[in-house]
């Protein structure tokens, strides 16, 4: 038996679109949790760093739990994984709804939720790149979209149902809606197999037989971790998390210090999520048009959203920090188009699903260290701005890395050339 050639459409954008809403009822549901930290804060009377570990341990299980997403989608299919991960998901924000305790959020909306999410969203990422070669960039950026489109809806719904029913029974609606999850993975057919001649014919079974390659075994593959392009893109991941995931966690305490209204920060986020959207489209067609190579364009987006952070805080104007907002919006969206993508490149199709596996476990270090490093940072200082300092400097110390494995992978191309060329002179 073996796979199918990518069929670039056809069911494949069926395949894009139930990724889309996998990616909004994840990603987005984790972009907004911000909302949610001043009422948690306040309810249980703890310190900034202390709430934030809730984010943090959804943040982390989301990264841990993807080598093992990933094994199972080998062993059993996208589709059976992704409806697991919708069942969790939605039994983490159900049974955070009932308010057992501050620890218990940890397990609830950290752990459960954090774990479904990752469940959903690796298969979801696996089946885009599978179904799809020469549109694989744009299939992706349309997919990932989904979390921008939903972060905007989400962020005005999630603050009125806040207001309407409080904390609790806003994670309760949210598990509800989470449960859609197991739709969307229902609808994701996993490619078929195309048979061999030899395998069909039945009259010479031992002949066969001896024609007939023994089965490969799909496994989850840890020795990728020998090439030293996938460890530095790894330390890139390290580095991106911890700056990634402390913005949309300390924007909503930020503009709510300066004394804003409480409808104004939810709009800066739809406004951020709207530019996101943007960005993530553009840089998919860009990188399909293929005008410089993925990780040259990586490298530059990623500098300039590390700038872009250092750069927010230091208005206090609601304009100004729309302005930056937007912008970091729109950067942020297109590191998010490339830099899954970009793991093919590294590691080929054929490893891309252990690839993203190895490359998610890594990344939670540095999103599980980010958020409390910036709620501590916040502790001391008394002034959010730290916050959005760090995750600045974390992004561009990470453009380092990819600049790195792009030189990599360009010797390493050379090398294979002129090899190659040696031997056909040989001939």
């Known amino acids: 038996m073996k796979s199918r050639r990518p069929p670039d459409g056809g069911y494949g954008w069926v395949v894009v679109m139930s990724a889309f809403f ?21 309810h249980f009377g703890v310190l900034t760093s202390t709430t934030s570990w809730v984010t943090s341990t959804t943040i982390a ?5 993807a080598p093992l997403a990933s094994a199972l989608t080998l062993r059993f299919s996208q589709r059976v994984v992704i409806i697991v991960g919708g069942l969790l998901s939605a039994t983490g924000m159900l049974m955070a709804s009932l308010d057992l305790g501050l620890p218990c959020l940890y397990l609830t909306m950290g752990i459960l939720q954090g774990t479904g999410i990752c469940f959903a969203w690796i298969p979801a990422n696996s089946m885009v790149s599978h179904y799809f070669v020469r549109w694989r960039p744009i299939a992706y950026a349309i997919a990932s979209s989904g979390e921008c489109v939903f972060a905007v809806l989400f962020s005005p719904f999630f603050q009125w149902l806040i207001e309407r029913y409080g904390w609790q029974g806003s994670l309760l609606i949210i598990g509800g809606l989470q449960l ?6 229902a609808l994701m057919r996993p490619l078929p197999t195309v048979q061999s001649p030899i395998q069909e014919t039945k009259d010479n079974l031992e ?4 024609v007939l390659p023994p089965k490969r075994k799909v496994i989850f593959q840890f020795s990728l971790m020998r090439k030293p392009e996938l460890l530095f893109y790894i330390l890139f991941a390290i580095f991106a998390a911890a700056g990634f995931f402390i913005p949309p966690l300390f924007l909503v305490p930020f503009a709510n210090s300066l004394g804003m209204d409480q409808y104004w920060p939810a709009l800066i986020l739809s406004v951020l999520a709207s530019a996101d959207l943007v960005g993530r489209l553009l840089c998919g ?4 048009m293929r005008l410089l190579r993925n990780l040259q364009l990586l490298t530059m987006v990623a500098t300039l959203l590390g700038v872009v952070l250092l750069l927010l805080p230091v208005s206090h104007n609601f304009w100004v920090i729309l302005v930056f907002a937007s912008l970091y919006g729109f ?5 998010v ?6 793991i093919v490149d590294i590691v080929t199709l054929e490893g891309f699903d252990s690839g993203l596996g190895l490359f998610m476990l890594f990344r939670s270090i540095g999103g599980f260290i980010g958020p409390p490093a910036a709620g501590w940072l916040v502790d001391q200082t008394n002034d959010y701005s730290a916050a959005f300092y760090l995750s600045g400097l974390c992004l561009i110390s990470s453009a380092v890395f990819v600049v790195v494995v792009d030189r990599l992978i360009q010797r390493r191309k050379s090398v ?4 190659s060329g040696d031997h056909a002179g040989q001939l």
């Open 22 to 42: 996998i990616m909004g009822l994840t990603g987005a549901v984790l972009k907004n949790f911000g909302l949610f930290f001043l009422d948690i804060q306040s």
């Open 180 to 185: 859609n999850l197991c739709v969307c993975g």
């Open 207 to 210: 002949g066969d037989a001896a």
């Open 285 to 288: 067609w860009i990188a399909n």
């Open 331 to 335: 950067l942020f969206g297109c590191v």
């Open 61 to 65: 299980m989301f990264h841990l739990g």
């Open 416 to 419: 294979e050339a002129s090899s």
């Open 337 to 342: 188009a490339i830099h899954v993508t970009s």
